[in-house]
């Protein structure tokens, strides 16, 4: 973060500079301005991520249940997943947590028994695992966590073919 900071402001003077006749600046500005921008994407390839999983070489995708105080969140809040796959959703906060689909965000035909609602995860590093079985036909499932659900803290899971 300080060194966005300091490589914006370089690019920034060198600009200044330039504007004001400097020439060796223009020479000094083009670098300045690349390295902010390369050190921007990492950062943007992030946030992406984090908003978006799929699952792993040993088919598991981990998304954490956080409460940090000020927001109630599934990270991440999309999961894409085939059948076979194990989603382990894993506390990482104070609060107890669980996962219910919604009754509305389950495809037609489609009945997930005891899939339907997960246990309540209590302590941090408690977890709870789901196996995409056949009962999860290729769609679009949508989820909450009950006791924070007025807090937005919902998810969709996504199941491929």
């Known amino acids: 973060m300080k060194a966005d900071r300091i490589g914006f402001a370089l690019a920034v003077s060198a600009l200044a500079v ?15 301005a690349a390295a902010q921008e390369q050190s921007a994407a990492p950062a943007a390839d992030a946030a992406a991520a984090a908003e978006t999983s799929s699952a792993t070489a040993d088919n598991v995708v981990v998304v954490k249940m956080v409460d940090d105080g000020t927001t109630f969140r599934f990270e991440p809040a999309k999961i894409e997943v ?3 796959a194990v989603v382990r959703f894993v506390h990482e906060g104070t609060q107890p947590h669980n996962v219910q689909f919604k009754q509305d965000g389950v495809p037609a ?24 079985d056949e009962r999860f036909k290729p769609g679009t499932y949508e989820f909450t966590c009950t006791p924070h659900m007025a807090m937005n803290m919902h998810g969709t899971l996504v199941v491929t073919e």
């Open 109 to 132: 035909g489609v009945d997930l028994g005891a899939a339907w609602s997960g246990p309540y995860v209590i302590s941090k590093g408690d977890t709870y695992e789901l196996t995409i």
């Open 82 to 84: 085939s059948r076979g």
């Open 18 to 32: 330039a504007a004001c006749g400097g020439g060796a600046a223009d020479e000094q500005a083009a670098p300045a």
